[in-house]
């Protein structure tokens, strides 16, 4: 079946720091990928819809010059987390449509920790 | 916004079927009805969808009522691997880039 995949699985970086995360389509062509957040105990937030080729669509109250997306080419976006601080610790997974089918696929998620 | 509802927690006795409800009382007419899980620090798995009709496949049932506003998502024979949170979403079409997730239940299946 459709694979993505997420890298890294898990950072840990020191407050201030920017960290990049990348959600790749292995075998499929993504037209349109999202991004997530989500808390301990808590449900997936949708932060964020990337199309190949233009800007994110930010969801209400998500910074997008925080939270800064980039979706170049149709097997990969990047979610890069600037200068972070310890409340942006949380898992963010991102999921993939594929181009032909509109199936949405998810990647395994990236466990984020600001010291 | 989520348009869905899912009670908080269900338990299950291990290979009995797991039955987990979902009121979505204002789907509209081109909306599916999706069911992911989640198993602890994982992303999503797909699980199933349908429109009206009942669906069936390797993993689940899926149970929709006549007027569409509820359905039940049923595991056939739970076994302890079946432990996860179980979301229940609403999407326009099969290619809507609406996909919002709700609360979702909590499914512990006990030995």
């Known amino acids: 079946g459709a694979v993505v995949s997420q890298h890294p699985s898990r950072v840990i970086c020191k407050s201030g720091t920017s960290v990049k995360i990348e959600c790749r389509s292995l075998d499929f062509q993504a037209t349109t990928m999202f991004w997530y957040r989500q808390f301990p105990k808590q449900s997936l937030m949708l932060m964020a819809t990337?199309?190949?080729?233009?800007?994110?669509?930010?969801e209400q109250g998500v910074e997008k010059d925080k939270f800064l997306i980039n979706h170049a080419s149709l097997t990969l976006s990047t979610l890069t987390v600037t200068s972070a601080h310890p409340e942006d610790s949380s898992f963010y997974i991102c999921?993939?449509?594929?181009?032909?089918?509109?199936?949405?696929?998810f990647g395994e998620g990236s466990r984020l920790t600001v010291l | 916004d989520a348009k869905t509802t899912q009670p908080p927690s269900m338990d299950c006795a291990e290979g009995r079927a797991a039955n987990l409800p979902c009121n979505h009382s204002t789907i509209s007419g081109n909306e599916y009805v999706y069911w992911y899980r989640q198993i602890h620090s994982q992303g999503p798995q797909y699980i199933i969808h349908g429109l009206k009709n009942n669906e069936t496949n390797e993993m689940a049932s899926l149970i929709i009522t006549e007027d569409r506003k509820s359905s039940t998502l049923i595991l056939p024979h739970a076994t302890l691997r079946d432990t996860a949170v179980y979301y229940c979403i609403v999407r326009v079409g099969r290619t809507g880039n609406q996909f919002y997730f709700g609360t979702g239940t909590s499914l512990t299946v006990i030995p």
């Open positions: 990337s199309n190949e080729g233009s800007k994110a669509t930010y």
């Open positions: 999921s993939a449509k594929h181009g032909n089918t509109g199936e949405l696929f």
